[in-house]
């Protein structure tokens, strides 16, 4: 954002304390403090704090103590095998061609090292099957952390495959593989994020500023708040009661990136506009703090609380990737506010080298640029404009109807890694359930009749009992489907149904399929909870902010519809440039509460900076033109920044982060290129001073 017309609030108002700060040589010395503050904060958080923002090793979204899945994980801890999943080594020739005699022989010798792998050595027994695949099956504990799960599957490919004879080879598949396959992703994910998205920041800030030492400063500041902020998050967290998993400590970063450098792309452009104004640098950035912070604490705000309506969600993972990015937003406010100001206003002038701003130089508002005449033009026609805007938005978001959501594990990776591959390898020759048997439980007496009613299920394979103790019953059920499909959904809907109704029996449906099928149920369950929350929070800041009912319900109208907008638009992207089969479960929800919090930030800063100037006495028709006219090429930068940060998240090889990328993305040019350059202003322009309806700010005329 920019100055007001003026160049300064008007004068009758008394100086506040951050303007009484900006006095030279008070000013200065409270500047060096603010900095050496910082850095002594920094130096004890990095000394004494946690390493990062992760405080659990799990990779998944944990599920409610209730879910059937939950419970029965926690149920067969107490059977005599334990808590346990199998890591199916698959044996097979390159070429499909069946096992020699040899080969066989070969299968049947690393049984035994592949055994001593795991917590049952006796039950890592060879298996032919239609003699063209062999498996051995190595159990291995559920409750093990990721770290371990992960060193485990390393020991076990390592012993299947080492010195096999061509063209036999081995892959490791089944439930600990996926989960340790979905581990790598996220290996050093927290650095490679990191520098993807600080390089991105760079280079759009060296863009922006035109500048070889301007983009330093926040980039730096901003860095340093994104450090600070992994340290909070993994200090509070426990206090919170809640867990944050890799994703979202990855997801931290591009939240506090994208928001902290928005934030400063605001103050520095407002700071440019003040230094036209006056000599003073220190009273120049005082001027720049009071136009700029009302806006950023009314977007912070939106965005903060917008996070933390996922703490009433079932998912752990939501609950923390909501806290993590809450205290993100909040340390990205605190960076954007207090620090930058004084990392701004110490250098002087010669900051903006080679472009230095001068006292007489025209500001932004006044300037006949870019943004100048694209609203004029809007303000020729509004209603057409109007029309036209809403086309191009119903028309995106029709590419969303028929949207399935509901990603099967084998296609949740952009790049297929050899647990998929050993599934698909063993999926020819059995079922395609058989890699992730769900664990079916009973009471003791009803066993072998839960049994018998599962096996009549339609898309179950087969209902195999293991063990039983005293109180329940257990058994293996492989689905003809694959995992996390929506044939194997059904069957497991079907399966809890059916063995539900046995008198007695309190059977239950876990397993890692079975956990994929209530995460998705869980996800479903949050949307609806968090999208009504999330859009409440929004018009609530709206009213607070603009003390009018009529522009909070235009303004969030128009971010819902670009929020389905780039749904749409990001569909015909994932089927013809990425060949996505569907939407993650969560993507929906994520996505959109990304795109709602940050997007209407946009409408903030244009609709506040109108208010601002009918306040001071421009009509509501003039005051949008200005506002379009001073914010259009600082808020264009941001949304290029936010749009780019958030493609960052395709440096993983993980389908949901690379779709709610793609999908924030589009969603945030969306508002800046379209919603807030010509939709808002060409709303704002047919309604007048209506638009404020019931209020009306001091100062407004009565003209359109």
Same mark, same amino acid.
């Given at each position: 954002?920019?100055?007001?017309?003026?160049?300064?609030?008007? #004068?009758?108002?008394?100086?506040?304390?951050?303007?009484?700060?900006?006095?030279?040589?008070?000013?200065?010395?409270?500047?060096?403090?603010?900095?050496?503050?910082?850095?002594?904060? @920094?130096?004890?958080?990095?000394?004494?704090?946690?390493?990062?923002?992760?405080?659990?090793?799990?990779?998944?979204?944990?599920?409610?103590?209730?879910?059937?899945?939950?419970?029965?994980?926690?149920? !067969?801890?107490?059977?005599?095998?334990?808590?346990?999943?199998?890591?199916?080594?698959?044996?097979?020739?390159?070429?499909?061609?069946?096992?020699?005699?040899?080969?066989?022989?070969?299968?049947?010798?690393?049984?035994?090292?592949?055994?001593?792998?795991?917590?049952?050595?006796?039950?890592?027994?060879?298996?032919?099957?239609?003699?063209? $695949?062999?498996?051995?099956?190595?159990?291995?504990?559920?409750?093990?952390?990721?770290?371990?799960?992960?060193?485990?599957?390393? #020991?076990?490919?390592? =012993?299947?495959?080492?010195?096999?004879?061509?063209?036999?080879?081995?892959?490791?598949?089944?439930?600990?593989?996926?989960?340790?396959?979905?581990?790598?992703?996220?290996?050093?994910?927290?650095?490679?994020?990191?520098? %993807?998205?600080?390089?991105?920041?760079?280079?759009?800030?060296?863009?922006?500023?035109?500048?070889?030492?301007?983009?330093? !400063?926040?980039?730096? &500041?901003?860095?340093?708040?994104?450090?600070?902020? %992994?340290?909070?998050?993994?200090?509070?967290?426990?206090?919170?009661?809640?867990? *944050?998993?890799?994703?979202?400590?990855?997801?931290?970063? $591009?939240?506090?990136?994208?928001?902290?450098?928005?934030?400063?792309?605001?103050?520095?452009?407002?700071? /440019?506009?003040?230094?036209?104004?006056?000599?003073?640098?220190?009273?120049?950035?005082?001027?720049?703090?009071?136009?700029?912070?009302?806006? !950023?604490?009314?977007?912070?705000?939106?965005?903060?609380?917008?996070?933390?309506?996922?703490?009433?969600?079932?998912?752990?993972?939501?609950?923390? @990737?909501?806290?993590?990015?809450?205290?993100?937003?909040?340390?990205?406010?605190?960076?954007?506010?207090?620090?930058?100001?004084?990392?701004?206003?110490?250098?002087?002038?010669?900051?903006?080298?080679?472009?230095?701003? #001068?006292?007489?130089?025209?500001?932004?508002?006044?300037?006949?640029?870019?943004?100048?005449?694209?609203?004029?033009? &809007?303000?020729? /026609?509004?209603?057409?404009?109007?029309?036209?805007?809403? %086309?191009?938005?119903?028309?995106?978001?029709?590419?969303?109807?028929?949207?399935?959501?509901?990603?099967?594990?084998?296609?949740?990776?952009?790049?297929?890694?050899?647990?998929?591959?050993?599934?698909?390898?063993?999926?020819?020759?059995?079922?395609?359930?058989?890699?992730?048997?769900?664990?079916?439980?009973?009471?003791?007496?009803?066993?072998?009749?839960?049994?018998?009613?599962?096996?009549?299920?339609?898309? !179950?394979?087969?209902?195999?009992?293991?063990?039983?103790?005293? +109180?329940?019953?257990?058994?293996?059920?492989?689905?003809?489907?694959?995992?996390?499909? %929506?044939?194997?959904?059904? =069957?497991?809907?079907?399966? +809890?149904?059916?063995?539900?109704?046995?008198?007695?029996?309190?059977?239950? *449906?876990?397993?890692?399929?079975?956990?994929?099928?209530?995460?998705?149920?869980?996800?479903?369950?949050?949307?609806?909870?968090?999208?009504?929350?999330?859009?409440?929070?929004?018009?609530?800041?709206?009213?607070?902010?603009?003390?009018?009912?009529?522009?909070?319900? @235009?303004?969030?109208?128009?971010?819902?519809?670009?929020?389905?907008?780039?749904?749409?638009?990001?569909? &015909?992207?994932?089927?013809?440039?990425?060949?996505?089969?569907? @939407?993650?479960?969560?993507?929906?929800?994520?996505?959109?509460?990304?795109?709602?919090?940050?997007? &209407?930030?946009?409408?903030?800063?244009?609709?506040?900076?109108?208010?601002?100037?009918?306040?001071?006495?421009?009509?509501? /028709?003039?005051?949008?033109?200005?506002?379009?006219?001073?914010?259009?090429?600082?808020?264009?930068?941001?949304?290029?920044?936010?749009?780019?940060?958030?493609?960052?998240?395709?440096?993983?090889?993980?389908?949901?982060?690379?779709?709610?990328?793609?999908?924030?993305?589009?969603?945030?040019?969306?508002?800046?290129?379209?919603?807030?350059?010509?939709?808002?202003?060409?709303?704002?322009?047919?309604?007048?001073?209506?638009?404020?309806?019931?209020?009306?700010?001091?100062?407004?005329?009565?003209?359109?």
């Amino acid at each position: 954002m920019t100055s007001n017309p003026t160049g300064s609030l008007p #004068r009758s108002a008394p100086p506040s304390a951050a303007a009484r700060a900006a006095r030279p040589g008070r000013s200065r010395a409270t500047a060096w403090l603010v900095l050496l503050l910082t850095l002594v904060g @920094l130096g004890a958080a990095f000394s004494f704090g946690p390493s990062g923002a992760t405080t659990t090793e799990a990779t998944g979204t944990g599920l409610p103590a209730a879910s059937q899945s939950a419970r029965v994980a926690e149920l !067969v801890k107490s059977f005599p095998s334990g808590a346990v999943a199998p890591a199916i080594v698959v044996f097979s020739n390159r070429d499909g061609s069946a096992l020699t005699p040899d080969q066989q022989a070969v299968v049947a010798a690393r049984a035994v090292p592949l055994g001593a792998l795991g917590i049952a050595p006796g039950a890592a027994r060879p298996e032919s099957l239609r003699g063209t $695949v062999a498996t051995v099956a190595v159990l291995l504990p559920t409750g093990a952390g990721d770290s371990d799960n992960s060193a485990a599957v390393d #020991r076990i490919r390592r =012993t299947a495959s080492d010195g096999l004879p061509e063209p036999l080879r081995a892959q490791v598949t089944g439930a600990p593989a996926v989960r340790a396959d979905i581990g790598k992703v996220f290996q050093r994910a927290d650095t490679n994020l990191l520098l %993807a998205t600080a390089s991105v920041v760079a280079l759009l800030l060296l863009i922006t500023y035109r500048s070889p030492i301007l983009w330093l !400063v926040p980039l730096l &500041v901003v860095g340093a708040g994104d450090r600070l902020a %992994a340290v909070l998050v993994g200090v509070l967290a426990p206090h919170a009661g809640v867990q *944050v998993d890799a994703s979202a400590a990855g997801i931290l970063s $591009v939240l506090v990136f994208g928001a902290g450098t928005d934030y400063a792309l605001l103050l520095v452009s407002r700071y /440019r506009d003040e230094l036209h104004l006056t000599d003073d640098r220190f009273t120049a950035m005082a001027r720049a703090w009071r136009g700029t912070a009302p806006a !950023v604490l009314a977007s912070g705000t939106t965005v903060v609380l917008s996070l933390l309506t996922l703490l009433a969600a079932e998912l752990t993972g939501n609950r923390g @990737l909501g806290f993590a990015g809450a205290v993100g937003i909040l340390t990205a406010m605190a960076f954007g506010l207090l620090v930058l100001p004084a990392a701004l206003v110490l250098p002087g002038r010669w900051l903006f080298w080679p472009l230095v701003p #001068r006292v007489g130089d025209p500001v932004t508002a006044d300037r006949r640029g870019l943004w100048a005449r694209i609203g004029t033009a &809007v303000a020729a /026609r509004p209603a057409q404009v109007a029309l036209a805007g809403a %086309a191009v938005l119903l028309l995106l978001a029709s590419g969303a109807l028929g949207l399935r959501t509901g990603l099967a594990r084998a296609d949740s990776f952009r790049t297929t890694p050899e647990a998929v591959l050993g599934q698909r390898t063993l999926a020819a020759v059995q079922p395609a359930g058989a890699a992730d048997p769900l664990t079916l439980l009973s009471t003791a007496t009803t066993g072998d009749q839960v049994a018998g009613a599962a096996g009549q299920v339609p898309g !179950v394979a087969s209902v195999t009992p293991t063990d039983r103790t005293e +109180r329940y019953a257990r058994a293996d059920v492989v689905l003809t489907a694959a995992p996390g499909t %929506a044939e194997s959904d059904r =069957t497991i809907r079907a399966l +809890r149904d059916r063995v539900g109704s046995v008198p007695g029996a309190d059977a239950l *449906v876990g397993g890692a399929t079975a956990q994929e099928y209530d995460t998705a149920r869980a996800n479903a369950h949050d949307t609806r909870v968090v999208v009504p929350l999330v859009l409440a929070i929004v018009l609530l800041v709206l009213v607070a902010l603009l003390r009018a009912l009529l522009a909070p319900v @235009l303004l969030v109208a128009t971010v819902i519809a670009s929020y389905f907008a780039a749904l749409g638009a990001a569909r &015909v992207v994932f089927r013809t440039v990425y060949d996505f089969p569907a @939407l993650d479960s969560n993507v929906p929800l994520l996505s959109f509460l990304f795109l709602v919090a940050l997007g &209407v930030d946009y409408n903030i800063f244009l609709i506040a900076r109108t208010r601002e100037d009918t306040l001071a006495g421009h009509d509501t /028709r003039r005051a949008v033109l200005r506002a379009l006219a001073s914010t259009g090429g600082v808020i264009t930068s941001a949304g290029i920044l936010l749009a780019a940060v958030f493609a960052v998240l395709g440096v993983l090889p993980l389908i949901t982060l690379t779709q709610i990328g793609v999908i924030v993305g589009i969603g945030v040019l969306l508002d800046t290129l379209l919603v807030r350059t010509v939709l808002v202003p060409a709303l704002v322009l047919l309604t007048g001073h209506r638009f404020w309806w019931p209020g009306r700010p001091e100062g407004t005329g009565t003209g359109r």
